[in-house]
């Protein structure tokens, strides 16, 4: 049973920085791909960002790429999502989550995540 607790959230101003962090439990960690995804009031969760079991493969919404950095650091059991030039448009919460299956491609389906975290609240003024 995978476990995954995101942290790093906060209030910014337009053209900051943050950094997400999730740490991850119950799993072999360095077998299972891993997403980031959010959700704004009234909209769907959509995807952000996906790392490869191995981290030789990214993968990015247009809305972020360029901006945002998704990164992996198997000896902690941690996923990284790295957030510049944030825009008010990217205030969400942002939830990590890890893929069904070992040795996947990292998918931007949310049905291919098995585990989610709680999520944590990013907040971009303008």
């Known amino acids: 049973q995978g476990q995954l607790i995101e942290s790093g959230g906060g209030l910014v101003q337009a053209g900051g920085s943050l950094r997400l962090s999730c740490a991850a439990s119950?799993?072999?960690?360095?077998?299972?791909?891993m997403g980031w995804f959010r959700q704004a009031p009234g909209k769907e969760r959509e995807f952000v960002a996906s790392?490869?079991?191995?981290?030789?493969?990214?993968s990015y919404a247009d809305s972020v790429k360029g901006r945002f950095t998704i990164s992996r650091d198997d000896a902690k059991d941690t996923v990284y999502l790295q957030m510049n030039s944030l825009k008010p448009e990217d205030t969400a919460v942002y939830y990590c989550?890890?893929?069904?299956?070992?040795?996947?491609?990292?998918?931007?389906?949310?049905?291919?995540?098995?585990?989610w975290g709680q999520g944590t609240q990013v907040t971009v003024s303008a």
């Open positions: 989550a890890q893929e069904r299956g070992a040795y996947g491609p990292g998918s931007s389906m949310k049905e291919s995540y098995a585990y």
């Open positions: 119950g799993r072999t960690f360095r077998l299972f791909a």
């Open positions: 790392i490869t079991w191995h981290g030789g493969s990214t």
